[in-house]
């Protein structure tokens, strides 16, 4: 099956400081990928749509800024939490869409999901 | 907008006994796909069944299985013969016409020996 690294899988940074955190499709190519965040014991909220070769399209609230999301090649996104606080700490996970010939939403439209890194800023 | 609601925070369930996790969503598309999640203790996001609303007959993956009302919007999982390692938290999730996933609150399952 489609498979999705994500690269670390836990940090620990200083506040002040900025932290990359990769995803990368082992075994596709997937022209959007995702970024979402979850808290303990809550729900992933999408972060933003990472598309290759053009600008991330981010969720309201989302700051930008803060978040910069780089998506360079077919198989690998990067999303860098800039100026890190405590309250960005996190577990934060990407998912990447397989491209496929139909453009129709839905079996040929599956996220894999990758493993998740754990952010925590001292 | 989409929304997913997810009304049990926890359940439990003995040991090949069976469990329903309910879903409501709410959407004004005709033509979407609905997915069960589960996450475990590792956190890694593990597919387990989905459905397309165009098609009436419920989906099913060998022990899980989907009681699909489109009418109604209810999307719920069962899950037959609970083992151990079904322990987990589930989510409910709504595939919009854009390619986003948008996730339920989710449910934390437990499963007694």
């Known amino acids: 099956g489609a498979v999705v690294s994500q690269h670390p899988s836990w940090v620990i940074c200083k506040s002040g400081t900025s932290v990359k955190i990769e995803c990368r499709s082992l075994?596709?190519?997937?022209?959007?990928m995702f970024w979402y965040r979850q808290f303990p014991k809550q729900s992933l909220m999408l972060m933003a749509t990472?598309?290759?070769?053009?600008?991330?399209?981010?969720e309201q609230g989302v700051e930008k800024d803060k978040f910069l999301i780089n998506h360079a090649s077919l198989t690998l996104s990067t999303l860098t939490v800039t100026s890190a606080h405590p309250e960005d700490s996190s577990f934060y996970i990407c998912?990447?869409?397989?491209?496929?010939?139909?453009?129709?939403?839905?079996?040929?439209?599956?996220?894999?999901f990758g493993p998740g890194t754990r952010l925590t800023v001292l | 907008a989409q929304t997913v609601t997810q009304s049990q925070p926890e359940m439990s369930v003995q040991e090949a006994e069976t469990v329903t996790l309910s879903c409501t969503y709410d959407?004004?598309?005709?033509?979407?796909?609905l997915f069960w999640y589960k996450q475990p203790p590792s956190r890694q996001m593990i597919l387990v069944i989905r459905?397309?609303?165009?098609?009436?007959q419920n989906a099913t993956e060998n022990r899980f299985s989907v009681n699909f009302q489109k009418a109604a919007k209810s999307f719920s999982l069962k899950i037959s013969d609970s083992q151990l390692g079904d322990a987990a938290m589930y989510f409910c999730?709504?595939?919009?016409?854009?390619?986003?996933?948008?996730f339920g609150q989710g449910t934390i399952l437990t499963v007694h020996p």
């Open positions: 998912s990447a869409r397989e491209d496929t010939e139909s453009q129709r939403v839905g079996l040929t439209d599956t996220q894999y």
């Open positions: 075994d596709f190519q997937a022209t959007t």
């Open positions: 990472s598309n290759e070769g053009s600008k991330a399209t981010y």
């Open positions: 959407t004004s598309e005709s033509d979407y796909y």
């Open positions: 459905q397309e609303a165009y098609k009436q």
């Open positions: 999730a709504y595939l919009t016409s854009y390619g986003k996933l948008t």
